[in-house]
């Protein structure tokens, strides 16, 4: 490898990792697992930089290429995906009564049930949108997808975790996760 190809990677990893290894946290919910599919990302992107042309931002770029190994990873593992806690601590927070926080750990644990059944674009979609808090128009350029696809896949995500915590808490849980 050349060094000027060195430090373009170098540089590009130093930019991007952080952005890319919470994107898979979220996705996976497990850190050992976002550690090494960012490995991964950045490993396909020492063979694939130089096809690299500048049509779409690296950030962009990167992304698509997380997303593809997130769920070659998911295809190959079937793993379980969880949100992570502090994300649904601040959908479900109570006031911090003892009695909230038990109610709210057992509206979590429900909420993380429902999203396992959503299937991997659905969630990487309400990844980038209610966790990461993209805007329609930046998810559409990180997933390389149309606008009105991201608006359409984000409302099934949402209505399918309504749907699944309706039936699993005869309605105790949905629109906006809790009522």
């Not at 490995?39 to 997380?66: C, N």
């Not at 601040?90 to 059944?117: D, I, N, Y």
């Not at 039936?167 to 906006?176: A, K, L, Q, R």
Request: proline share 3%.
């Amino acid at each position: 490898m050349s060094d000027d190809l060195a430090k373009r990677i170098s540089t590009i990893y130093d930019t991007y990792y952080d952005d890319i290894y919470y994107f898979l946290l979220y996705f996976t919910g497990r850190q050992q697992d976002a550690e090494d599919l960012a490995q991964e990302v950045f490993s396909r992107l020492l063979h694939i930089l130089p096809q690299y042309d500048g049509r779409v931002a690296m950030k962009t770029w990167l992304f698509s290429i997380a997303k593809y190994a997130a769920i070659d990873q998911y295809r190959k593992m079937k793993w379980q995906r969880l949100f992570p806690e502090k994300w649904l601590a601040g959908m479900l927070s109570k006031e911090g009564l003892p009695e909230s926080e038990l109610e709210t750990k057992e509206e979590m644990r429900l909420v993380k049930q429902a999203l396992q059944k959503l299937k991997p674009q659905l969630r990487i979609i309400v990844i980038l949108r209610y966790i990461e808090e993209y805007s329609v128009k930046e998810t559409a350029e990180l997933l390389a997808i149309p606008e009105s696809k991201v608006r359409v896949d984000c409302h099934r995500g949402l209505k399918a975790l309504q749907k699944i915590l309706g039936e699993s808490t005869e309605g105790g849980i949905v629109n906006g996760f809790a009522r």
